[in-house]
């Protein structure tokens, strides 16, 4: 995206962390992405819309979110009328916590934490009440190895709260997500690669010696999702790349991106990302900044 806003966090290079917080009327800074790991705690927010990567989300009064680097973000005013909203950004550098601390047993729910943030991640209430109090002391304390310490201590209590959901697809965000089956490794090398044109089941099943309806079984007991959501989340996933980064028709990106119809590309965009085509890319136009 040309037009977006690369912000260069104020993190020196010895810091751990980052920390500011704003009362504010409205949301207007614009749509952007930086290099840092970026933890951001909204209230009285309802009605407000959140944006990251592909996914487009409608707030209620609280929001917390864990964004991944060089992730495109923005909450925007939308329909929230609160002339009170009080927001907490915490930026963190990319290498806190390095692989090799990250590689330890007790730190595994942060590290899997960490890897879905590429995508971005949004809290339920259960967790955001579980750190609420301690992200708001966060902010009157010095930058010292305690106030680290707790930090950490949030990062963990997120991490196995298991509250919380991933928000761009993959496919957007162009990250690559670990696959343990070299069988099903095989069948998204391939979806990936012809998603543009018709896949039919049955040429999947024979890629990797299985009936249809052992493939159907066998992909969503690994994966967590049928194969034709999985063809869809692919497609989805390009569409709104065209849809933000090109000028071509919704009916173009439609059938470039291996729809048959345009209906049928309404119907499913919508069903995956709640909002329509249309919307979706009107949503970005708003938060475009010239530079």
Wanted: hydrophobic share 40%.
């Amino acid at each position: 995206m040309g037009n977006l806003i690369i912000e260069i966090p104020p993190i020196g290079a010895r810091d751990c962390y980052y920390i500011q917080e704003r009362y504010k009327p409205c949301f207007n800074y614009p749509l952007h992405k930086h290099n840092v790991i970026e933890l951001n705690f909204v209230e009285h927010c309802k009605g407000a819309r959140r944006i990251v990567g592909d996914n487009v989300e409608l707030l209620g009064d609280y929001d917390l979110a864990l964004v991944g680097c060089n992730l495109e973000h923005v909450w925007e005013q939308h329909e929230c009328k609160s002339a009170t909203i009080h927001e907490i950004t915490i930026m963190m550098p990319a290498d806190l916590l390095p692989e090799s601390v990250l590689a330890r047993n007790f730190m595994q729910p942060i590290r899997e934490m960490f890897e879905k943030a590429q995508v971005g991640i949004s809290f339920g209430m259960e967790a955001i009440m579980t750190v609420y109090s301690r992200i708001n002391q966060l902010v009157k304390s010095d930058e010292s190895f305690y106030s680290a310490q707790s930090l950490l201590a949030i990062l963990h209590d997120l991490a196995v709260s298991g509250d919380y959901h991933t928000l761009s697809s993959s496919h957007y965000s162009h990250i690559e997500t670990p696959v343990t089956s070299r069988r099903i490794q095989k069948l998204k090398d391939y979806i990936d690669a012809h998603y543009q044109e018709e896949i039919r089941i049955e040429f999947l099943s024979d890629m990797i010696g299985m009936t249809p309806n052992a493939l159907s079984r066998f992909f969503k007991q690994r994966t967590n999702r049928s194969v034709s959501n999985y063809i869809n989340e692919v497609r989805i996933g390009h569409a709104a790349n065209l849809l933000v980064d090109s000028t071509m028709t919704i009916a173009e990106i439609a059938y470039r991106c291996g729809f048959n119809t345009i209906s049928n590309f309404n119907r499913i965009f919508k069903n995956v990302k709640e909002i329509t085509p249309k919307e979706f890319r009107d949503s970005y136009k708003k938060n475009v900044f010239l530079v």
